[in-house]
């Protein structure tokens, strides 16, 4: 499985952004997905999470009620809504997804099997 992650960039704070993270799969599966972020000097932290049939989420508190995860999963596709963007929420987004025999997402990056190259937002003040 390839993840590829889009949709990044510089905004403002205040503004929106939508992440994609489109899956290359022969199989066509659907998989457990999250975002991760990573700022600079800081670990890597879950954003949001979404289990395979996109009927449990996740949500970490500094994103709750700003940030919504979605999943089309005939696009094999999953979308991460970013409103009222805070110059806190400057870091680089990836995309991971979780090997298909998992219905639900974890919070361990290291649960998950597949990665997407990550995409940079920047929110100025």
């Excluded at 952004?17 to 932290?45: I, M, P, V, Y």
């Excluded at 999953?78 to 806190?88: C, F």
Aim: proline letters at 2%.
């Amino acid at each position: 499985v390839q993840l590829q992650a889009s949709g990044g960039g510089l905004v403002q704070a205040g503004d929106s952004l939508r992440l994609a993270c489109t899956a290359s799969s022969a199989s066509n599966d659907n998989h457990a997905t999250a975002w991760f972020r990573q700022s600079l000097g800081k670990e890597r932290e879950l954003v949001a999470a979404i289990s395979r049939t996109g009927a449990s989420t996740y949500y970490a508190d500094s994103v709750k009620g700003r940030f919504t995860i979605s999943r089309d999963n005939a696009k094999n596709t999953v979308a991460l809504q970013m409103n009222s963007l805070e110059p806190e929420d400057t870091a680089i987004y990836y995309c991971a997804a979780r090997a298909r025999t998992w219905m639900s997402y974890s919070p361990r990056s290291d649960a998950y099997a597949y990665w997407g190259q990550g995409t940079l937002v920047t929110v100025s003040s």
